[in-house]
């Protein structure tokens, strides 16, 4: 038998997929990437209803430390929002996902790779590119992009097939990972409306506020109101604390890759917060030139991520750059958080460059003379000064 692999979200487009292929001939092995947002039982929901569609395998793998590690941290480094809006919660993720099945599918000796992406969105241009980039060898099988299948159509093949499980559809598609959720809906498919209170997964229960310290080293996150984890656990507490405000809530308006525009809400609490106050941090650490490079290089790194591109070397180069850019953004940043929304109230950091012994900003100067000054302004001025004499 041909030996495939297929990407299984365990939802009625990779469902079809792993039936049809099965069909086929093709020695089907489903695999899932969990990048936060799995519990333990819908894990084993999952593997159940994988093995109902006839795969020969079932395997979950535990992506979430690569994910921080590969990706979130350098945007987290960069301050990287999408559009000044979106933290690129499921874009990011697909991105590890993809990587991990080809390097699976290679591990086992698969010849064929399926995903069930459709041919109007990102995600088919995600998965393909980074398949055809690790492993050119394995061809790539996409059964709704290339048959074109409606959603009825699934379904009364499943049917057809014995496997007649809930696929009604639900109004709001959610997709939820450790750097956000995506939500889905009527109202994003047009310009005009809001997603209403509902359809966001997380609701308001806090209604008074409450000041949280988040400590960074380096410019990561260890530690919560002075309780040191994990990055990776500080953003899962952080989410769980903030998302009681309905705090991290928005609509993204973006350019897709194949070039419609698209729109979509999200929930990101954690990954809203963390780069805002990891910014403000940076802004008393590092100097006007590191903002100012930090600033545009961001965004050409959030866009190559957002675009499947993660793998061109230049994300390296990047990368390497947020790294050095971080040895002293240290110090200990406090947050208010409110219903809907929060705010920065300072920060604490031995790095701090705002500091008193070299004058204060607009009240009193202890590094420079009066003459000096007015030297400074005259020649700093000169080249403005001369256009505007030669061109009156």
Not at 197 to 226: C, W
């Amino acid at each position: 038998m041909k030996k495939l692999v297929i990407a299984y979200s365990g939802g009625l487009d990779t469902s079809y997929c792993a039936v049809s292929l099965s069909k086929q001939e093709y020695e089907v092995h489903a695999v899932s990437v969990n990048t936060g947002g799995f519990s333990s039982e819908e894990i084993k929901k999952i593997e159940h209803n994988a093995y109902t569609m006839g795969v020969a395998t079932y395997k979950n793998i535990n992506a979430v430390a690569d994910y921080y590690n590969k990706v979130i941290k350098y945007l987290i480094f960069g301050n990287v929002l999408k559009n000044n809006t979106y933290p690129l919660s499921v874009s990011a993720e697909r991105i590890v996902q993809a990587i991990k099945i080809v390097n699976y599918a290679k591990s086992i000796g698969a010849n064929y790779i399926a995903h069930g992406s459709t041919g109007a969105g990102n995600d088919q241009v995600r998965f393909d590119m980074i398949f055809q980039t690790i492993a050119p060898e394995i061809e790539v099988i996409t059964p709704i992009r290339d048959l074109q299948l409606s959603r009825q159509e699934e379904i009364e093949y499943l049917k057809n097939n014995g496997i007649d499980l809930s696929w009604e559809k639900t109004k709001y598609s959610v997709n939820k990972g450790l750097w956000g959720t995506s939500v889905g809906g009527e109202e994003t498919l047009t310009s005009e409306h809001p997603l209403p209170e509902h359809a966001y997964p997380s609701q308001v229960t806090k209604t008074t506020s409450e000041q949280i310290k988040l400590s960074f080293v380096k410019g990561e996150l260890m530690a919560i109101n002075d309780n040191e984890k994990t990055p990776v656990q500080n953003i899962e507490q952080l989410n769980e604390i903030a998302s009681k405000f309905g705090i991290g809530r928005d609509i993204h308006v973006g350019d897709t890759i194949v070039g419609i525009k698209g729109r979509v809400g999200f929930e990101a609490a954690a990954a809203l917060i963390t780069i805002k106050a990891h910014h403000l941090l940076e802004k008393h650490t590092l100097t006007k030139w590191q903002l100012q490079h930090k600033e545009y290089l961001a965004s050409f790194y959030g866009m190559h991520l957002h675009e499947g591109q993660y793998l061109d070397p230049v994300m390296r180069d990047m990368e390497a750059f947020f790294t050095n850019s971080q040895a002293k953004v240290t110090g200990d940043v406090f947050v208010t958080l409110k219903p809907y929304h929060f705010t920065l109230d300072g920060i604490d950091s031995p790095h701090d460059l705002m500091n008193a012994k070299f004058g204060s900003y607009g009240e009193l100067n202890k590094g420079w003379t009066a003459e000096d000054a007015k030297g400074f302004i005259k020649i700093l001025g000169n080249q403005n000064k001369i256009y505007q004499q030669v061109n009156k």
